[in-house]
């Protein structure tokens, strides 16, 4: 199949790119480098199957392809942040191009949605059925609402001019190629690990997150758009659930070192929990995930010692 992705040359893309070209299919990977990078796909490049393109989705864009990802969007807080009305674009204004172009051509398309369309959840774990506590107005609303618009562009391509789509919500993932300075938790603390500096514990760190390694999700992702009959929204994620303390103490025991734990303000909206029911995955995909987080952070920390050692980091 020829499959366009939309930011794949971020920290999933990247992953989602190498798995279906080494399936034998023929991809597209688009991006605009806001927060991907050229190295995370420089292996790739060699391979005549493999096209890099560098646009950005909020303009228009034509391939002839027969399945779309549509992962182009900042995932990380302080980067989606760092521009919020262009995070909204993205997400409001990719969705629109990529459903049109599944529309032209009749492909499948499938949406990279996100645990963040729960918002602050009142009910835990989250299932998909939850509808979510989220603050329009909030520093936050940028991702979590053009998120939101996103799932309710889909679903109406889908009633409207019958789009074939697949909708999955990610929780919390981590693994190789994610940016060093990206800002996410588990970045920041196995950076700061390895550098000695002190971890960054936002709030009392009682807040919690479940950890899902990429492979395991880019699994989920494959199944999902490969099974017919099926829409989604589906949750794919580890419902290991653990404080952000709890993970400082992980990563520490595994790094070694001296970092101490300094409290900072914990930023306005941050969930306080967080934890995805993954009955209809199993259901549906048979999908459920096999790295544990104790396993999981291993390669994720080899990774960045190794660009660390390259001075890349
Ligand atoms: P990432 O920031 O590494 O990747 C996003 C990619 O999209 C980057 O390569 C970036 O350059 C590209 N991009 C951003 N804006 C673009 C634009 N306007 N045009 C073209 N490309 C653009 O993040 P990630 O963790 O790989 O996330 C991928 C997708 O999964 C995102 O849509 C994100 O919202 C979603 N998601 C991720 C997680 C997670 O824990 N990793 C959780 C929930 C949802
Ligand atoms: N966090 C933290 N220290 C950091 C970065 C993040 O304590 O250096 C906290 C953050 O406040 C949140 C959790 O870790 O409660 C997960 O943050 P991340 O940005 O990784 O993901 P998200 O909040 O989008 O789930």
Redesign the pocket.
Known sequence: MRILITGGAGFLGSHLCERLLNEGNEIICMDNYFTGRKRNIAHLLNNPYFELVRHDVTEPFKYEVDQIYNLACPA??PHYQHNPIKTTKTSVLGAIHCLGLAKRVGARVFQASTS?VYGDPEIHPQPESYKGSVNPIGIRACYDEGKRCAETLFFDYHRQNNVDIRVVRIF?TYGPRMLPDD????S??IVQALKGEDI????D?L?T?SFCYADDLIEGFIRLMNKDGITGPVNIGNPGEFT?LELAELILKKVGGKSKLTFHP??GD??KQ?RPDITLAKQELGWEPKVKLEDGLDPTIDYFRKLLAEGKA
């Open positions: 990380s807080p963040e919390n800002g996410r938790v588990v920041n603390f960054t514990i936002y709030g760190g807040q997150r952000m914990l930023p941050d969930p967080r």
